[in-house]
């Protein structure tokens, strides 16, 4: 198995600017995680899906950041418009649920200027 | 307030060096405890998963112990590549959400 999948791997942009991180979870997971890991806050969840469906989205900082989950084997992450405090390292992680650990993707890098 | 905090921050050894890196918590309920490896620029890597005050889990130098308010992860005469932050998860009874502490940097020098 290919592991958890995200792209890309660095993303620089300028603030203001539309920003999608995208994951491939490990198929046959049903449950599919995104995270945000910085120096201050070290890892916070912000959303997760079980069955394509979101659940838990409190983490979520503001209305500038969407997720979806179209189908089992994709998600992304959009940042509208992206300010330089969103920069950061955002993991997507997948399980089968239960309990089962979580397996992260090696994460998208975010540079906002 | 659900809450995990680790300690020390950062932890340097000597080669063979033996050492624990600690993991406390305070939640509402405990549904299970995760230890994780994350080397630089990677994801975090699943090592370990505790349920309940007592167990322990190990592997090669590792060995993780759970009490009810507290994990250690033991390591014994580790090496160079034992180096790498140790990350410490709570996961919720209620819920199943997993909250994470801040890390354990841990530097392993020959």
Redo the contacts between chains.
Sequence with gaps: DAG?IQSPRHEVTEMGQEVTLRCKPISGHDYL?WYRQTMMR??E?LIYFNNNVPI?DSGMPEDRFSAKMPNASFSTLKIQPSEPRDSAVY?C?STAGG?S???????TRLTVT | EDQVTQSPEALRLQEGESSSLNCSYTVSGL??L?W?RQDP??????LF?L?SAGEEKEKERLKATLTKKESFLHITAPKPEDSATY?C?VQLKE?G???????TELSVKP
Excluded: S
């Design positions: 958890v995680f070290g890892l969840l838990d993991f992680a309990f650990p979580l397996h992260f993707g090696n994460g | 549904r299970g995760f994780y620029g990677k994801g975090p890597e699943f998963t349920y990350l998860a819920g959400k997993l909250i994470f502490g801040q890390g």
